[in-house]
């Protein structure tokens, strides 16, 4: 397969790369650091992504920005941006790149666990997270072509969990996540939340 990643260098991304790799051709993409530029809160730079790379079997992103802070610290910017970013972002993916992917394709999404799982700070990237299942499930509705969507909600990670600080315990690594990615590409039917 031809696969765009979007978010090839983040920790989940770069463990997805790795994932795919072997087999697949693997288009790299991120805000920076990448062969490919782009930034999901712009979509003339989707636009221009998808005008860069051509035709694709599949787009997997691992990538959107949301802000953490407490509710009572959380600006209407806070929310604008982690819609922008996470939400509309990953969103446009699917509707300006609907053209860019081949016949029985496959768009695989992130939201994540605090979709399901409640946390203090969390309201913003949770309603994001939440709102891409759901966008997910209704677009996999009308994708044409026997296109198919799906969205894969990772825990939080050991390396992130390490790089905050915060105590491991039974937190998977990226690389085990990036199976849930590998699976989402075959997964039928289509609009699925997957959990990694």
Not at 39 to 53: T, W
Not at 171 to 183: H, M, Q, T
């Amino acid at each position: 397969m031809r696969i765009l990643l979007v978010g090839a260098t983040g920790t989940i991304g770069g463990a997805v790369a790795t994932a795919l790799s072997d087999g697949h051709e693997v288009i790299r993409a991120s805000k920076s650091k990448s062969t490919h530029k782009v930034d999901l809160g712009d979509k003339a730079s989707i636009s221009a992504l998808f005008r860069e790379v051509g035709k694709v079997d599949a787009v997997v992103s691992a990538a959107g920005d949301a802000r953490f802070r407490p509710l009572d610290q959380l600006t209407d910017d806070d929310f604008a941006y982690s819609l922008a970013n996470k939400l509309m972002g990953q969103a446009n993916l699917v509707r300006v790149g609907m053209p860019h992917v081949n016949d029985g394709g496959v768009f695989v999404l992130t939201s994540g666990v605090l979709a399901q799982v409640g946390m203090a700070g969390a309201a913003a990237i949770s309603a994001v997270n939440a709102g891409l299942e759901g966008f997910a499930r209704s677009a996999a509705l009308e994708l044409p072509r026997d296109i198919r969507i799906h969205v894969v909600s990772p825990p939080w990670v050991a390396e992130t969990k390490r790089a905050f600080g915060m105590e491991v315990g039974d937190a998977p690594s990226a690389a085990k996540v990036a199976e849930a990615y590998v699976k989402a590409l075959g997964a039928t039917p289509t609009g699925q939340t997957i959990p990694a």
